[in-house]
């Protein structure tokens, strides 16, 4: 099986090898383990990091044969790298609802331009008739968290900065100006992008966009969210943390990785008024998406929430086998949710 088959649909059925992270005494060794977060990601002594799990990367495509969207590699707000996606379209006077991707892999690994993400975006924008800006973040552990969760906002604000009303940015760009409905701004990523999707609504509620922007929508697919109470230390959760974010205030209890622990800002201030939350079958993190679902409708808030459980199919399934049925259930659903 390829190792882009493999990907996250194995990843917590690894979650009992060991997290290492230790120079042992006199070893001069550069080929040796300095830290590794199995399947995902080992870190060299020698400097070397290697992901095996990354899939291959796309180039954008002027008009895609499958889906007849176009897409093109951007660099916003300065230094972030991006892709840009916009459906077959006749007609600049109709406007388009705009998507924010944020990428998966435990935020050490994916990138916006992996095939997997790539082919979904192509999909959903033509399915859903969207503009989707796909975001490619700084990783670990080159660039600790909170680095992606800083691109994150910056890309945000970024678009929001294109909106009616808002100071544009030097360079803003032509298919947000002549397309973009912004009034229909949504969040959407899978896993660690799901949660920072999570992480980018919750920061509205203190730091206004760019022009008031409000979020309309956000997209939570197999959200990565995790607590003390779910593991001890040898669990997959609490090591991928420690690996990205090695100081965060509170550790695996930090509100940015535990949207429950005490000091997490309420549920119930989220601002979007609707929240879609995908979980799988024969993930290990179903049970954080689902208990995410059941706080959201107990807290008072008062959004809409519509969540999709899937049989028999494992975390971020439909990036690794995106020409299949389920995966195009899923993205049906997304498109309808987009479209509602």
């Not at 973040?137 to 660039?143: C, D, G, I, Q």
């Not at 609504?201 to 730091?207: D, K, P, Q």
């Not at 954080?288 to 706080?295: L, P, Q, R, S, T």
Request: a neutral charge.
């Amino acid at each position: 099986m390829s190792s882009s088959l493999v990907s996250f649909a194995i990843l917590l059925s690894f979650a009992a090898l060991s997290f290492r992270l230790s120079t042992a005494a006199g070893a001069d060794d550069d080929s040796q383990v300095v830290a590794s977060v199995p399947p995902l990601i080992w870190v060299y002594k020698n400097g070397t990091i290697k992901r095996p799990l990354d899939q291959r990367k796309l180039p954008p495509s002027p008009h895609d044969p499958a889906t007849g969207v176009s897409s093109r590699d951007i660099t916003i707000s300065g230094n972030i790298p991006a892709r840009i996606y916009l459906p077959n379209t006749t007609t600049t006077s109709q406007k388009l609802s705009v998507l924010i991707w944020y990428h998966g892999g435990g935020f050490c690994m994916g990138s916006a331009f992996a095939s997997g993400d790539h082919q979904f975006l192509n999909i959903l924008s033509s399915k859903a008739g969207l503009v989707a800006i796909s975001v490619d973040y700084r990783l670990a552990p080159e660039h600790l968290l909170p680095a992606a969760f800083e691109d994150s906002w910056a890309a945000l604000n970024w678009v929001a900065s294109h909106a009616p009303g808002s100071t544009r940015p030097v360079s803003p760009d032509p298919w947000l100006i002549q397309y973009g409905d912004f009034s229909r701004i949504f969040l959407g990523g899978d896993s660690a992008g799901a949660t920072i999707v999570h992480n980018m609504i919750v920061r509205t509620a203190g730091e206004p966009l760019s022009g008031n922007l409000k979020i309309f929508g956000g997209i939570l697919t197999h959200p990565y969210f995790w607590a003390s109470k779910d593991g001890d230390k040898e669990s997959f959760g609490y090591k991928l943390w420690t690996f990205v974010y090695p100081s965060a205030p509170g550790g695996i209890d930090n509100p940015m990785v535990n949207p429950f622990a005490k000091n997490a800002p309420a549920l119930s201030g989220l601002q979007a008024s609707r929240i879609f939350v995908s979980v799988a079958e024969h993930d290990g993190l179903n049970v954080k998406g689902i208990e995410y679902v059941k706080a959201l409708n107990a807290s008072g808030w008062k959004g809409e929430v519509t969540q999709v459980f899937m049989l028999g199919v494992e975390h971020s399934f439909y990036l690794n086998h995106i020409h299949t049925k389920k995966a195009y259930y899923l993205i049906e659903h997304i498109a309808k949710f987009i479209g509602h």
